[in-house]
């Protein structure tokens, strides 16, 4: 276990992990809409709270995994509980344990039926979205993995928009179908290691055949759930008809679970079939980022370009993490955080014009800056941020992304390089129609406190990663260079065979 | 002592007959069987840790046998709980109901336990005959004689079963010259390689086959779940079954550990057969009942993955898919008895908002749903796993993944349920009244498909126990 640096005394990631668990469990007695709605909310912000430690007492200096914990499960088939976080998983935990509270408060009257039922699904899936970034077992990491399935087919399903049956099943069975194989490739790692624990499965000698078939079903699944062109087809349809907490999940984090696996499994467990099949993802990534580009430009529905936006978002998170230099990932993994920070932020506000108009044609709000220009103002700032405007999140991530990707491979770094002109095109349009074309709607009130507090500590990480990005880059340094020095050992290793036959 | 629960059951079977003489003792009759089930789980549970050989060694009580003899008084429990009042049974029929459901569940018990040919036969065919009885048990919907049909099939094709599984008995006594289970074992393994004992294993196993529902003897399922009151599928579709997975372990011991390939091929091809057959199947049935039928074809397909790998470690993983499968199953019919008004026939559409008209049963209909699908955390999830893990470690790497993508085609169906209770509106379909028995065995159902999801650790272990001490 040289690996994991054990948690001593108070269990910090169990607690964080189940916190939000029982807090649906009380929240089953509790009578009331608002007594629900604030107990959601305080459970998730204390969650929120106590999760601030792990950056604090995060050691950036190790590339092992830390606050570990570790119990035995299932002994006979060496299945263990087994936490802990490294530099990559650290931000994405705080993204989700940010995020949920924002959801909640972005929930408070969009959701009028069923509160407690919905609340409780909220809190579900973050316990298996934070498990998931937890886990360092691959039994409890595909447990959670799957597990989330459940409340978030309920999100969609039941407090879903006119065509939610036909999202929800979409989204559900896309994502299982996906994971099936992971499931096979899972085991058939577990027999050649003896055990489950995700870190005891990295650096070893698969033969590259082997390496190849996990490496791809592993990349089915986490494909479908970044998802990459050509598989994305669930997610405008999950999107638009999902409700704002719904989306703001789906788009902050479930999104991210792709490429963490990535970064997780296919990197370290299979490094060697990384090199092989890496190019192809590289294209596949540029083909993501303009198809995601050229289809956002053309749609009248907020959320739905929104939404292909987040396919050329992470047509670049992709392309950072394939080209394989410290540069490239680690924009990637901060790409994933601004994203996160920034759709989710998108999402909220075009919920709360929902509200208001129950409309999401960019045509039925145009000219509202003149009656609610509190609201323009985020909505612009955000926009600006997802275009990778200097100054905001995005435009550190991307730059860095494009950076690491120009120093080992120009043509495919300019070939992506018009995604992030045809970023530009599409938030423009659809801020120039939300900013200056058509009379207004003075009918309209603008946001009040609790959309405005919902909204606020997003902006703040917009401009705080934007001109100060050191605080969030330093806790990965050690972390990415331990992966790509994996990578490498593979690479080297690789050379050598070539060399003597 | 060590006979205590079959005994019980066997005084409570005379009691529940003097009650059939008489009228209007149907009320009686259902709590009598019920405080029996309840009972025999307590005596079961008793001699859990008992060891020996009864009736000139034809029946062994051992860890094994009271296993699955709790397992099916639990059933037997929950199966009355929540369709005791016997909606779509005529009232003058429902004493001998309940007489012939506690003679069934005693052949079963017996079952487990005989470990000599003929004594293993009786006790099948005193199960069989009662379930064959009380399918027709039921009051005509429509003039149609639906349940009269599905009796004949259902008693036609276990009449065939039973009779290859004779003959494959008649090839095993006639190679081996003895009927008992554990002089057989180590004479069957020497002529492990003989054509006539895989033919003789084969045939002996169909028997139970057909009990399990596997493919090719899974033709009286969609008929006979259609036909039979939902009561009485609640019943066929789960304790039954325990029966026969705990036997077809005994069967499987024996094919000797090296040199049985052929029946491990012969189990494989079946297993495939089943879940494609069932889930295919499945995926377009509009009848709820018909559509669980299908399911069970391809879940016993999945236990039959336990079998074949013929070690101790596969048999435990088996006997724990299997009692998960009867929880899971039975969490499905508890919402259909609850949902049908008067005994008849549910649709798929029939559950259109039941999150709305019943949020309970809606969260049962969930949970059940999904563990069926196998998705983590429930236990179908953990049985599909550790089924898969054992399999894939004995090398068969093409039918891990083709139990893999049966997995992705059962979701759909199991979610198109989900999706009716959960996402369609009730329009004007009635609340669903529930009492406060079905709540609490609804939420006891929950839980232990969550618990054995959960952690299993303890139930694997005593069920390996409990196979390595099988002779």
């Known amino acids: 276990m040289d690996f994991l640096i054990m948690n001593e005394g108070f269990p910090l990631l169990s607690t964080i992990v189940f916190l939000p668990l029982a807090g649906a469990l009380v929240l089953l007695f509790l009578p009331g809409e608002n007594v629900q709605r604030i107990w959601a909310m305080a459970v998730t912000s204390v969650n929120a709270l106590i999760s601030l430690p792990l950056y604090s007492r995060f050691d950036s200096t190790t590339a092992k ?113 996906g994971s099936v194989m992971l499931l096979v490739a899972i085991i058939a790692l ?125 047509g670049f998170v992709t392309l950072g993490i394939f080209f394989l230099n410290k540069q490239g990932m680690e924009g990637a993994i901060l790409q994933m955080i601004n994203h996160g920070v920034t759709t989710g932020a998108l999402f909220l506000c075009v919920g709360m014009m929902y509200e208001r108009t129950h409309s999401r044609e960019i045509s039925d709000h145009s000219g509202i800056a003149q009656n609610l220009p509190i609201f323009v103002s985020f909505l612009t700032i955000f926009s600006l941020s997802s275009l990778a405007f200097p100054a905001t999140n995005s435009f550190v991530g991307e730059f860095l992304v494009l950076a690491g990707a120009f120093s080992v491979n120009k043509v495919i770094a300019g070939a992506a390089i018009p995604g992030a002109i045809l970023a530009a095109a599409y938030m423009m349009r659809l801020l120039q129609h939300v900013l200056f074309r058509g009379p207004g709607r003075p009918d309209l009130a603008d946001l009040n406190i609790r959309e405005i507090v919902t909204l606020a500590p997003l902006l703040v990480f917009v401009f705080w990663i934007g001109l100060a990005p050191e605080p969030f880059l330093s806790v990965m340094h050690t972390s990415v260079e331990y992966l790509i020095q994996q990578v490498d050992v593979a690479k080297t290793a690789q050379i050598a065979m070539n060399i003597v036959p | 002592m060590l006979f205590a629960p079959e005994l ?72 009355l709980l929540f369709s005791g009042e016997l909606k779509g049974v005529d009232d003058r029929l429902r004493p001998e109901y309940f007489l012939f459901m506690v003679l069934s569940t005693l052949g079963l018990m017996m079952l487990v336990s005989s470990v000599e040919l003929l004594t293993l036969f009786i006790a099948l065919e005193l199960s069989s005959y009662s379930l ?114 705990a036997i077809l372990i005994r069967i499987t011991t ?20 089943s879940m494609f057959y069932g889930n295919l199947s499945a995926l377009v049935q509009k009848d709820i009942k018909r559509m669980l039928g299908f399911s069970g074809i391809s879940h016993a397909g999945f236990v039959l993955l336990g079998l074949l790998t013929l070690k101790d470690t596969g048999y435990a993983t088996s006997m724990y898919y299997i009692a998960g499968y009867v929880f899971m199953n039975l969490a499905c019919f508890l919402v259909i008895c609850k949902v049908s008004k008067n005994g008849e026939n549910v649709s798929i559409d029939d559950m259109s908002g039941l999150y709305k008209r019943a949020p309970i049963l809606a969260l049962t209909l969930l949970v059940g749903m999904m563990a069926l699908a ?87 272990a005593v069920a390996e126990t409990a196979v390595r001490n099988i002779f």
């Open chain 1, 190 to 314: 577990y027999l050649k290691n003896g055990s489950f624990s995700i870190p005891m499965m990295m650096g070893q000698d698969y033969s590259s055949t082997f390496q190849i078939w996990v490496f791809l079903a592993f990349f089915l699944a986490f494909a479908i759930k970044v998802p990459m062109f050509p598989f994305h087809t669930w997610l405008p349809a999950a999107h638009v008809e999902a409700p704002t907490a719904g989306s703001v999940i789906l788009a902050s984090i479930l999104l991210k679970m792709g490429t963490y696996g990535f970064l997780r499994f296919c990197l370290p467990i299979t490094p060697l079939a990384t090199l092989t099949l890496g190019p192809y993802v590289l294209w596949m990534s540029v083909v993501a980022i303009l198809y995601g580009g050229f289809t956002a430009l053309a749609q009248s529905d907020m959320k739905k370009l929104i939404a292909y936006s987040s396919v050329g978002h992470m």
């Open chain 2, 8 to 79: 019980l059951m066997l005084i409570g079977s005379l009691v529940l007959f003097c009650l059939c003489l008489g009228q209007g003792k149907e009320n009686l009759a259902r709590y009598a069987s019920l405080v029996l089930a309840i009972a025999s789980c307590f005596l079961s549970l008793a001699t859990l840790q008992m060891n020996d050989n009864l009736f000139y060694d034809a029946y062994r009580i051992d860890m094994f046998s009271q296993l699955f003899k709790l397992a099916i008084s639990i059933g037997l429990v929950i199966v």
């Open chain 1, 65 to 177: 995994y830390q606050f570990g914990e570790h119990v035995s499960w299932i002994p006979s088939l060496n299945i263990n509980y087994t936490l802990g976080i490294d530099g990559i998983s650290l931000l994405l935990v705080l993204l989700t344990t940010l995020i949920l509270p924002l959801c909640v408060l972005g929930s408070w009257t969009y959701i009028k039926t069923r509160i407690k039922e919905f609340m409780i699904c909220l809190l579900i899936m973050e316990t298996a979205m934070l498990g998931v970034f937890m886990a360092l077992d691959f039994v409890l990491f595909y447990i959670l993995w799957e597990a989330m399935l459940i409340p978030m087919y309920l999100l969609i399903g039941v407090w879903g928009g006119p065509r939610k049956i036909y999202a929800s099943i979409k989204f559900f069975l896309y994502t299982l179908a």
């Open chain 2, 254 to 273: 024996l094919v000797a550990p090296t040199g049985g390939e052929a029946v491990v091929n012969m189990l494989m091809i079946l297993a495939v057969c």
């Open chain 2, 374 to 460: 196998g998705i983590p955390p429930f236990v179908g999830f953990m049985g599909k796993f550790m089924l898969l893990t054992g399999a894939l470690r004995d090398g068969h790497l093409a039918l891990v993944i083709l139990a893999a993508l049966n997995t992705a085609i059962a979701i759909y169906y199991y979610l198109s349920v989900v999706r009716v209770a959960f996402c369609s509106p009730p329009e004007d379909r009635p609340d669903v009244p529930v009492d406060l028995a079905t709540r609490c065995v609804s939420i006891a159902l929950i839980a232990v498909i969550i618990f054995m999801g959960v952690a299993p650790k303890q139930l694997l």
């Open chain 2, 132 to 245: 064959y009885l009380m399918v027709p048990m039921r009051d005509d919907h429509g003039g149609m004689k639906m349940q009269m049909e599905a009796a004949i099939k259902y008693i036609l094709f276990g009449v065939v079963a039973t009779g290859t599984m004779l003959y494959g008995m008649s090839f095993i006594f006639g190679m081996t010259g003895t009927t008992y289970f554990s002089e057989l074992v180590p004479k069957m393994h020497e002529l492990a390689t003989t054509p006539t004992a895989m033919l003789a294993i084969a045939l002996f196993m169909s028997g139970f086959f057909y009990k399990l529902a596997v493919f090719p003897f899974h033709f009286w399922v969609p008929d006979v779940y259609q036909g039979a009151s939902n009561a009485t599928t609640a019943f066929i579709a789960s304790v039954p079954k325990l029966g026969a997975v």
